[in-house]
């Protein structure tokens, strides 16, 4: 049977179904249907099935036209209908992984996909688990889920786990450009998986599922660890009246031994505030307290304070209040050049401008529309850059790269930059974190 679907897989000729077609599940579907797999996209939500099969895409990182073209070529379709996983060679699980409002790890979409696969599981399919999740997850809840079957495995069925290290909008690392992890439930679980995701890059073979586990988790808790460093260094630069970013680029130009990491409003997205959660809690199972990533949690989560603090500032050094003065936070999205908003610290700097009686505009072009999660507030995104100094602070969350910086430091009145957006440029009113 192994044989079997490894000459299958070398061949290209499996079928490949993926599960979740979000930001993980479509760029991989696309990916692999181009280099010749039959790919199916098992997705709940009907409107992302709808999109798919008329060629179009709701994720910034994949063209439309690929789309259209592997869909008409019969390379690639979505479905809702879950009865078609049986037909699967290889079926890849990329559904989200939250954090519950406790901090504690939110599984219950994995069971969910796992139960979809348990029904129609049958001998000779590849199982592998793309999401992020704790070290153990692989072994201790998706398998015994798939043995209920009777089927065992290794014997009937296998069983793998490789993180997902997609970065959206980083063009210079893509898909193909970044190796993939693998970790099977034994040696010939590991080489399948190994097999699928070498068709479009490198690959690097670890000895356990809860290795791999382990490695997305180090690399997700590394930049978060890292990130709030950086942030309680701008801190401490803003005590000692030194310029943090410059303090880091000359650091940087250090060949060895030292990373640049920046500091920010706060971290967002779908993994870096959560993934190191993931770890912690399953080490508090074990009676393991994980000092380091409770206090980057809490140091980043602090930022959006601090960049409210400046706004405070800023104002007070006009003798203006933050209550009922008018501010413009430019980004609503996590991080520059895409739409995502979720997490993300722009948001927890309108609410806290919000609380204190600003009031509050945003200018994102990629996100026409914000809430807060309790759905208190809702605004929309201004529609061009027309009146700046109408706003007592302009206050640059994200940076995305299509913002007129020109403009805006032309015409507002006060700059809060908390991305060095303003880098190399000087001017008594701009004001740096
Ligand atoms: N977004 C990233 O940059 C990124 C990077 C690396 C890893 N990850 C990890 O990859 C996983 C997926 O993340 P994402 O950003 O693609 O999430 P997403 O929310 O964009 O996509 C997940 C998709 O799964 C669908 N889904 C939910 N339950 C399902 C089920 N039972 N069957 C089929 N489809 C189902 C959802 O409708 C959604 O479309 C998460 O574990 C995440 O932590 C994300």
Request: with cysteine; charged share 25%.
């Amino acid at each position: 049977m192994y044989k079997q679907l490894l000459e299958k897989i070398s061949a290209r000729t499996s079928k490949i179904g993926i599960m979740g077609q979000g930001y993980v599940g479509l760029p991989l579907s696309v990916e692999l249907s181009k280099k010749g797999f039959g790919i199916t996209g098992f997705e709940v939500d009907e409107y992302k099935v709808k999109m798919i099969n008329s060629g179009q895409s709701y994720v910034g990182d994949v063209s439309a036209d690929d789309i259209k073209e592997l869909v008409s070529n019969k390379q690639f379709n979505a479905t809702a209908d879950f009865e078609n996983l049986s037909e699967m060679d290889v079926v890849i699980i990329c559904v989200p992984t939250p954090l519950r409002k406790s901090k504690n790890p939110d599984v219950s979409y994995i069971i969910e996909a796992s139960k979809s696969i348990k029904k129609t599981l049958r001998k000779g399919q590849l199982i592998i688990l793309e999401s992020t999740t704790y070290p153990g997850t692989t072994d201790e809840l998706v398998l015994p889920m798939l043995e209920d079957t009777g089927l065992n495995v290794s014997v009937d069925f296998f069983l793998a786990f490789s993180p997902e290290r997609i970065d959206p909008s980083n063009k210079k690392f893509g898909i193909k450009d970044t190796p993939k992890v693998v970790g099977g439930l034994c040696k010939k679980c590991t080489e399948l998986a190994a097999a699928v995701y070498s068709s479009f890059t490198k690959v690097h073979k670890v000895s356990s599922t809860q290795a791999a586990e382990m490695v997305k988790l180090l690399e997700n808790t590394f930049r978060a660890v890292n990130i709030a460093l950086v942030n309680e260094v701008a801190l401490m630069c803003d005590k000692l009246g030194l310029n943090v970013w410059e303090i880091i680029e000359a650091a940087a130009t250090k060949p060895f031994g030292f990373m640049p990491f920046y500091p920010g409003p706060g971290i967002g997205g779908h993994c870096i505030p959560s993934d190191p959660h993931y770890l912690s809690w399953k080490l508090k199972t074990l009676n393991f307290y994980s000092r380091f990533i409770e206090l980057a949690g809490e140091l980043n989560s602090k930022m959006p304070e601090y960049v409210v603090a400046k706004v405070a500032d800023a104002l007070n050094s006009k003798a203006k209040a933050l209550k009922n003065s008018k501010v413009l936070v430019f980004g609503a999205a996590y991080k520059k050049d895409i739409a995502d908003i979720r997490e993300s610290p722009a948001i927890d700097v309108m609410n806290l401008l919000l609380e204190k009686g600003v009031r509050v505009s945003y200018y994102d072009p990629y996100v026409p529309v914000v809430q807060n999660c309790s759905c208190r507030w809702a605004l929309s995104s201004i529609k061009n850059l027309v009146g700046l100094n109408k706003y007592d602070v302009a206050v640059v969350v994200t940076d995305h790269t299509n913002i007129d910086y020109k403009k805006v430091l032309k015409e507002s009145n006060i700059i809060v930059d908390a991305r060095n957006a303003f880098k190399n440029t000087k001017s008594n009113k701009i004001v740096r974190i």
